[in-house]
């Protein structure tokens, strides 16, 4: 029965161990921060774009606000000269002030066009880091799947070297074990070393110590269980 349960404390170690190397391998949180990296690149990207287009958006307007008053300048300077006075100064005037509005306008223009020139180059800019965060992205996760295959493959050939050990126990050992390793997700048995339970490193005290030298050999439901983790405790053989 030692041999046994040694075992079987054996592979839940080894379990535990493929399952720790899955859950704290780099590349997983390697893998997190590309993705977020990628995340926030598409929404700078979206947001460039946005901008780019708002910056068209406003450029049109501008230059349907400028064409009436282009056309009324043109038309206040084909407008033959008046005897009277007051009307040629009022058509000075209405030139006057349409050119200065026009003069706004296209500063206005030349302005956003500018501005959009840059945007323009940043979102080429942006496209290009996206792009090769994509690339990176999925190459770093084609990598960590062969890793994780590796690891799931040697996890599956523990699981089964398990179950065959459980095999050897009995049925009420067996169902006892099953049990508590629903309850516990995870190791059942524990090794002591130097009167420390191998699992959650809690000392074990002297009376049960030596309990556990009387159990040698006795069925699993009949050993001692640490006050701390719960697990069933052996001795080394």
Sequence with gaps: MDDVLTQIAEVESQIGAIRAKLVSNPKRELIAEMEQSLAAAQVEL?????????FDERISQLESDAFP????????????SSTSFRDEEAKEHQSSVSKARL????EEELRLMEALEETK??????EVKVNELIVTTRDTKATWAEIESTYLSDLNGKELELKDALMRLGDKDRSLY???RDRLQGSVVAVVHDQVCGYCGVKVSTRTYAKLKLQLG???????RCEECDRFLILPN
Excluded: P
């Design 69 to 80: 008053l282009r056309e009324r300048i043109k038309s206040l300077s084909h407008l033959t």
């Design 46 to 54: 979206r947001r460039l774009k946005a901008a780019s287009l708002d």
């Design 103 to 106: 003069e706004e306008l296209e």
């Design 121 to 126: 180059i940043e979102v080429e800019a942006q």
């Design 218 to 224: 006795s069925a699993l439901g009949e050993r001692d």
């Design 178 to 180: 099953e049990g508590l």
